[in-house]
């Protein structure tokens, strides 16, 4: 299993960014993904999930409404478009397919003036 998340990088706040994970080594189409993200010194936590199936989502409430989770089964890809970001979205964020327990490295997103 491979997860390499990428798209990360410096935006003002107000900003939008795109991230992609690009998946490996399973069957990417039966598996939900999820996104998380940890800021520093703090437990990371879950942000959005899609299903395998039903294309269904959700989102934590800090970022409803402004982040959104799609997926790609032909390119065994799975984003997040992020937008009306604030400080507090800065962070590293990870990709993982629920149920594989494999992380990739995560993409640094950093949202300051």
């Known amino acids: 299993v491979q997860l390499v998340e990428s798209g990360g990088g410096l935006v003002q706040p107000g900003g939008s960014l795109r991230l992609s994970c690009a998946a490996s080594g399973f069957t990417f189409s039966s598996y939900d993904m999820r996104w998380y993200r940890q800021a520093p010194g703090k437990e990371r936590e879950w942000v959005a999930w899609?299903?395998?199936?039903?294309?269904?989502?959700n989102y934590a409430d800090f970022v409803q409404g402004r982040f959104t989770i799609s997926r790609d089964n032909a390119k065994n890809t799975v984003y997040l478009q992020m937008n009306s970001l604030k400080p507090e979205d800065t962070a590293v964020y990870y990709c993982?397919?629920?149920?594989?327990?494999?992380w990739g490295q995560g993409t640094q997103v950093t949202v300051s003036s």
């Open positions: 993982t397919a629920i149920g594989k327990g494999s």
């Open positions: 899609i299903s395998s199936t039903t294309g269904s989502t």
